[in-house]
């Protein structure tokens, strides 16, 4: 029978959470989804010197921005706790034992100077099969000599023996046949001096108490398989090995390596989901989130790097993404990431939503930008109006909030060099008339008094937008103005009449 579907997201907790590592855990999610099972995420902070205050937190907010919350995670535990590593920690060492004493690991007791003076000596130094003899450890100190090292509570590390000159295969659902060269992997550490497992240990074992039966994870993380399967093996668990699926590469727009966040900084967009404030030095780092996308955009996107479901169809819902996503589609190349197709995405989202749905997002920008919304059948109309106008949330404040508040400033450069006292009379007379009745015959009625007064409209028209908006951009002028109403338009008429003869 197969087994249940378990996966896991596996973040350590060292800080902002790197859009590659959303994008594993979705499609980790979309597979459980996908296949009635479960998505847990487990949090590997073995490693004390990385951990980040605040980190564990923030990576299971953004998971909740993006709607792919774990079925089972430290805040919401499920049968197979702890889910944070560093409790579990008393679990790890009879397994490095057990290695031990089947001959797949030894005790090293090597001091940080003895490694030093080792890496000075021997360039490119690796702990492994052509040094390990040169090492003080359990395999070239006698019996009774390691008893007394620990016996004296000596520091020392436990390093799994890999074999020489051996091919280690594995099937990974991307790449399929992938094999490695033993004779190039090194001796990892698996228990570290302070009696923590390193990542090595730790991820087999829990990968095995959870029962996780496929592991999608990203790209880098390949070269530490051939480790991986070598404990799997010499624990003697191989047939409860889960199925590998290595993601590609999130790469730079240039598609030269990997996307870091110094490439966001360097060209300025955001690799993280949402804003990052490193506790120590209190710098934020901004996310996806705060700089206006919203969720269901960036899962969007995130999902169409490295994946298609075989069609031209670009936007997909969570939902139908549950429904769609197959392992056979991901690609095994690796994926440009390029900020102008995510903000497209973004764009693409704002435009098919309701304005129901995306008002309360609407509201929240505008009220960071200062302008409290009271009346809410107004801002649904708004929001239909400018939205096509919109590509991140916070566009909506500068394409909207002279709905809501009479600009204090005009694009004066725009109006003052054409402007005259002939074009100031007309808009007396354009005020006194206005019915606002409907946007067509508010702009019939305009055009005839232009040419009534020996304009042509189009020399008025730009003047208008300027008194009502404040400068050259938003939907239809008539359209606005009707909107505004007789009073506020009128208002509007006259003082920026004023301004621009001044
Ligand atoms: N703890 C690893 C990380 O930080 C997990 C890698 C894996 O999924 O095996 O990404």
């Keep these: ?37 479960t998505f847990v995420l487990r949090v ?22 993006c709607g792919i919350t774990p079925d089972e995670s430290p805040a919401n535990p499920g049968a197979y706790g702890p889910y944070r590593q560093s409790e579990r920690k008393p679990g790890y060492r009879k397994f490095a ?81 992938v094999s490695f060269d033993t004779s190039l992997v090194d001796d990892k550490v698996l228990l570290k001096a302070d009696g923590m497992p390193t990542y090595h240990l730790a991820v087999v074992v829990d990968d095995k108490a959870m029962e996780i039966s496929h592991a999608f994870r990203g790209e880098e993380w390949l070269p530490s398989a051939p480790v991986h399967i070598l404990l799997w093996k010499y624990l003697g668990w191989e047939a409860d090995m889960p199925q590998w699926a290595h993601l590609p590469l999130i ?8 996307l870091s966040k110094r490439d966001g900084d360097r060209l300025g967009f955001p690799v993280y989901a949402m804003n990052w404030t490193d506790p120590k030095t209190g710098d934020v780092t901004k996310g996806f989130k705060e700089l206006g996308f919203m969720p269901e955009a960036f899962v969007n996107m995130l999902a169409l790097l490295g994946w298609n479901d075989g069609t031209d169809q670009e936007l997909f819902t969570l939902k139908e993404l549950e429904e769609k996503f197959s392992v056979d589609r991901i690609s095994k190349a690796g994926a440009k990431f390029d900020f102008e197709k995510a903000k497209w995405y973004n764009h693409e ?28 059948p107004l801002l649904l109309t708004v929001i ?12 909506f404040v500068a394409q909207s909030s002279y709905f809501f508040a009479t600009p204090s400033v005009y694009d004066i450069n725009a109006v003052k060099p054409k402007w005259t006292p002939e074009k100031a009379d007309f808009f007396t007379a354009f005020a006194e008339r206005l019915t606002l009745a409907d946007a067509a015959s508010e702009e019939a009625a305009f055009k005839a008094l232009a040419e009534e007064k020996g304009f042509k409209p189009g020399e008025l028209m730009l003047p208008f937008r300027i008194m009502l908006v404040g400068g050259k951009f938003g939907p239809g002028v008539f359209d606005i103005a009707v909107l505004l109403g007789i009073e506020e338009t009128k208002d509007r008429i006259t003082k920026a009449s004023i301004a621009f003869s001044a």
């Design 251 to 258: 790469l730079k727009p240039d598609g030269h390596g990997k």
């Design 384 to 395: 239909d109006m400018i939205k096509d106008r919109c590509t991140l949330l916070p566009d």
């Design 1 to 37: 029978m197969d087994k249940k579907v378990r996966v896991r997201f596996a973040p350590s907790p060292t800080g902002g959470l790197h859009l590659g590592g959303v994008r594993t855990a979705l499609f980790n999610y979309l597979f459980a989804k996908k296949n009635n099972g």
């Design 97 to 177: 034992e057990q290695l031990i004493n089947d001959g797949y690991a030894y005790y090293a007791f090597d001091t940080p100077e003895e490694l030093d003076a080792k890496r000075k000596e021997v360039a490119n130094f690796q702990y492994g099969q052509t040094t390990r003899m040169q090492m003080r450890n359990s395999l070239t100190l006698t019996l009774s000599e390691v008893e007394d090292l620990l016996a004296a509570k000596t520091p020392h590390v436990i390093r799994i023996k890999v074999p020489e000159n051996e091919i280690v295969h594995f099937n990974d659902a991307i790449r399929g046949d």
């Design 349 to 376: 989202w704002i435009k098919s939503q309701s304005a129901e749905k995306i008002a309360p997002q609407v509201a929240v920008e505008l009220k960071n930008a200062g302008i409290e919304v009271s009346n809410q």
């Design 44 to 65: 590997e902070d073995t490693d004390q010197t990385r951990f980040v205050e605040g980190a564990e937190e923030y990576i299971a907010a953004c998971l909740n921005w």
